[in-house]
């Protein structure tokens, strides 16, 4: 089983940053997909980056430029700097992780942005 823990979530203004950390229970990072998702009220699920297990990582043509994921495999984390926040970036976001079929979802942690 595998536990997924995300922090670095709050309200910041715009242009403002954040970093968001996610820490698994296990080492499942060095050779695991792992993706941040977001969800804003009355709206889907969406993937916001993504570090696959080969190739280059993968945004949302909307936070191309402004945010960063990365991973510290000796540590079991995955984080997503934030810069240059806008209002439409509110949301509560999720780290994920695909292990052997089974999907691995964090509790989520609120991102606000606004004035």
């Known amino acids: 089983q595998v536990q997924l823990v995300e922090s670095g979530g709050g309200w910041v203004q715009p242009g403002g940053s954040l970093r968001l950390s996610c820490a698994a229970s296990?080492?499942?990072?060095?050779?695991?997909?792992m993706a941040w998702y977001r969800q804003a009220p009355g709206k889907q699920r969406e993937l916001v980056a993504e570090?696959?297990?080969?190739?280059?990582?993968q945004y949302v043509d909307s936070v191309k430029g402004r945010f960063t994921i990365s991973r510290d495999i000796h540590k079991n984390s995955v984080y997503l700097q934030m810069n240059s926040l806008k209002p439409e970036d509110t949301a509560v976001y999720y780290c994920?992780?695909?292990?052997?079929?089974?999907?691995?979802w964090g509790q989520g942690t609120q991102v606000t942005v606004s004035s």
């Open positions: 570090s696959p297990r080969t190739g280059s990582n």
């Open positions: 994920n992780v695909v292990l052997s079929g089974d999907s691995y």
């Open positions: 296990t080492s499942i990072f060095r050779f695991n997909t």
